[in-house]
T-cell receptor, first 115, second 111 residues
Framework: DGGITQSPKYLFRKEGQNVTLSCEQN?????MYWYRQDPGQGLRLIYY???????QKGDIAEGYSVSREKKESFPLTVTSAQKNPTAFYLC??????????????FGPGTRLTVT | GQNIDQPTEMTATEGAIVQINCTYQ??????LFWYQQHAGEAPTFLSY????GLEEKGRFSSFLSRSKGYSYLLLKELQMKDSASYLC????????????FGQGTELSVKP
């Protein structure tokens, strides 16, 4: 059945290491998004992509990078340049980025801890 | 710029009705979404409003007034499982259709 998956659910890294979080969807959605969620704060947009081979920075893109080589996949790399990488990362997808009523479907999230 | 405000937390009693408010300021309003998020889990879609008025879906209803920049989510016949965070999000067509999320309202349902 269709859905959006993220792996792993929990990830631990040492400071200074890059780490890549995976996000895969089989919903045939064009648009994909990466959010970061910190305690007591709303979701903040890191990057988004409305079509294959194209992506835009969100509100907090510094220290992150993405790629969109396939429609189904939108991996996020947390680089060593990200000052506070420990957070809950959520990937989402929707039928279209600018559609009138396309809700976003979220993956289960990856909790990244960097020590 | 854009700004979305929701109460940080609310408490209600099982079986009661609770209203969670959301006010927003955005330059290119193009719809408002409500999501439910249980602790440590993904947000799940509850409702969508783009025109003024009330949208009803079972125990949940959502209201929008575009002129006032105001929405509310109404939960009836509260159940313990409704204890969760409720996120208000506004779509802004001046920002490529992105969703801008409020901080969320943590609802605790007591017996």
């Amino acid at each position: 059945d269709g859905g959006i998956t993220q792996s792993p659910k929990y990830l631990f890294r040492k400071e200074g290491q890059n780490v890549t979080l995976s996000c895969e969807q089989n919903l045939n959605h064009d648009a994909m998004y990466w959010y970061r969620q910190d305690p007591g704060q709303g979701l903040r947009l890191i990057y988004y992509s409305q079509i294959v081979n194209d992506f835009q920075k969100g509100d907090i893109a510094e220290g992150y990078s993405v790629s969109r080589e396939k429609k189904e996949s939108f991996p996020l790399t947390v680089t060593s340049a990200q000052k506070n990488p420990t957070a809950f990362y959520l990937c989402a997808s929707s039928l279209g980025g600018q559609g009138a009523s396309y809700e976003q479907y979220f993956g289960p999230g990856t909790r990244l801890t960097v020590t | 710029g854009q700004n979305i405000d929701q109460p940080t937390e609310m408490t209600a009693t099982e079986g009661a009705i609770v209203q969670i408010n959301c006010t927003y300021q955005t330059s290119g309003f193009n719809g408002l979404f409500w999501y439910q998020q249980h602790a440590g889990e993904a947000p799940t879609f509850l409702s969508y409003n783009v025109l003024d008025g009330l949208e009803e879906k079972g125990r949940f209803s959502s209201f929008l007034s575009r002129s006032k920049g105001y929405s509310y989510l109404l939960l009836k016949e509260l159940q313990m499982k409704d204890s969760a965070s409720y996120l208000c999000a506004v779509r802004d067509h001046n920002q490529g259709g992105k969703l801008i999320f409020g901080q969320g309202t943590e609802l605790s349902v007591k017996p």
